[in-house]
T-cell receptor, first 115, second 114 residues
Framework: RKEVEQDPGPFNVPEGATVAFNCTYSNSASQSFFWYRQDCRKEPKLLMSVYSSGNEDGRFTAQLNRASQYISLLIRDSKLSDSATYLC????????????????FGQGTTLQVKP | SQTIHQWPATLVQPVGSPLSLECTVEGTSNPNLYWYRQAAGRGLQLLFYSVGIGQISSEVPQNLSASRPQDRQFILSSKKLLLSDSGFYLC?????????????FGNGTRLTVT
């Protein structure tokens, strides 16, 4: 089983649509979760952290379900500029004293927003 | 504010040639540093990480090596490149004191081995 699994897509949606991505992770000891965005041939950039209670940043909402070990990202009112690959990211720590900060990246879900 | 510099942006090297990629971080001290690689159409793979000067941990066996000669400098090297070393190499940093922090990436180096 992969450490972080995502549906690669692509998700093709019209402008204004709502789209949701899910991600599952295997390390039950993980404590930090993130969504990154990667544009074609560019470096990944942090989109948002994911908190246990769920969090929202404008049109983006992230949710965490520790019991089921999955993370979701909801994008409302999609814009053409949202077209990118979205990476689900989980820290690899196995103990509270692990200070390595290693992050495991999913393969990403590609979103294409059409006019 | 903190910045991370990575160079060169693009590199074309023949098989068997050496490699040296450099990364420096500014505006912070004692960072954790990382080298990731992304092969074409694939996810990011952690190659090396460092929690301090001279401290290097390797995640996957390969013909690459890493060094950290200074607190904010991280170097990725190879003595002889293979075709399979082609990919997008990304340097990243995070605050050591906050191991739950996100990573911040440099612009990356696109390496093509011919």
């Amino acid at each position: 089983r992969k450490e972080v699994e995502q549906d690669p897509g692509p998700f093709n949606v019209p402008e204004g649509a709502t789209v949701a991505f899910n991600c599952t992770y295997s390390n039950s000891a993980s404590q930090s979760f993130f969504w990154y965005r990667q544009d074609c041939r560019k470096e990944p950039k942090l989109l948002m952290s994911v908190y246990s209670s769920g969090n929202e940043d404008g049109r983006f909402t992230a949710q965490l379900n520790r019991a089921s070990q999955y993370i979701s990202l909801l994008i409302r009112d999609s814009k053409l500029s949202d077209s990118a690959t979205y990476l689900c990211v989980v820290n690899a720590a196995t103990a509270f004293w692990d200070n390595t900060g290693k992050l495991i990246f999913g393969q990403g879900t590609t979103l294409q927003v059409k006019p | 504010s903190q910045t991370i510099h990575q160079w060169p942006a693009t590199l074309v090297q023949p098989v068997g040639s050496p490699l040296s990629l450099e990364c420096t971080v500014e505006g912070t001290s004692n960072p954790n540093l990382y080298w990731y690689r992304q092969a074409a159409g694939r996810g990011l793979q952690l190659l090396f990480y460092s929690v301090g000067i001279g401290q290097i941990s390797s995640e996957v066996p390969q013909n690459l090596s890493a060094s950290r000669p200074q607190d904010r400098q991280f170097i990725l090297s190879s003595k002889k490149l293979l075709l399979s070393d082609s990919g997008f190499y990304l340097c990243a940093w995070t605050q050591r004191a906050r191991s739950s922090s996100p990573l911040h990436f440099g612009n990356g180096t696109r390496l093509t081995v011919t």
